[in-house]
């Protein structure tokens, strides 16, 4: 495979930015890229703005506990897209929907749970409509890898392994390389650990997170602004949760369950842009 050029784990230019987003309360430019504030009622999210560029999606057959539907294919994304800095608080939930469906509801700051991807549609569907012109969706799985990995090759954002003070996974499951660590057998509020090179918290581990693509197998050749199928019965997850091993959280790990299933280790990351 050519691998295409790939696009530095540091600082993303603020070129390019395409649209001022309805409700920002802020837009800057800091150490780590372009972000903005979005707020709703008494909830607001931050976001941070991934430019387009390529990469190699999938894992390589070398990689410790890959999965066999990780297919290694070049991916281009011809459009950059605001993301939100971290998976969808309750707060932020209640500031839009009046009823949260959390089974770990003690801390507004944790993220909304016990969400099916019709639930996530709906809310986004409600969102939009307060502010029109927002454009808010799900991510594409590939814009979620390509996002998770800021420019990495490595099986975790961070690096080779990954830690419970990294991320938020069942400690007693640790990946090759790495250690045992503490099971805290729940989410935690985002924010809580550390963001990878684009600024981005918890893409590994804390919830699962709904893509809007329907699950199928990659394909070998490169693609361009992939969306996955038009039909299907399984929409995709990606990141892992608090209660699986550590190899769930890879950036390459794909999941999929049907998309009226709510789960409370499932929640989801909000996209701003066109698709």
Known sequence: ????????????????????????????????????????????????WIPPGCFVMGSPVDEAERGSAEVLHEVRLSRGFWLADTACTQALWMAVWPVNPSHFADDARNPVENVAWHDAQRFIGELNRRLPGLQARLPTEAEWEYACRAGTTTPFSFGTTVSTDEVNYHGGFPYPGGEPGPYRQRTLPVGSLPPNAWGLYEMHGNVWEWCEDWYADYPTEPQIDPRGPTFGKMRVLRGGTWSDPARYARSATRSRIEPAYRPRSTGFRLVLGAR
Do not use: K, Y
Not at 31 to 44: D, F, K, Q, Y
């Open 1 to 48: 495979m050519n691998s295409p050029d790939l696009p530095r784990a540091s600082r993303p230019d603020a070129a390019g930015i395409p649209f001022a987003v309805p409700g920002a309360e802020r837009q800057a430019d800091d150490a780590v890229g372009p972000c903005l504030t979005l707020s709703i009622g008494n909830a607001w999210q931050g976001f941070r």
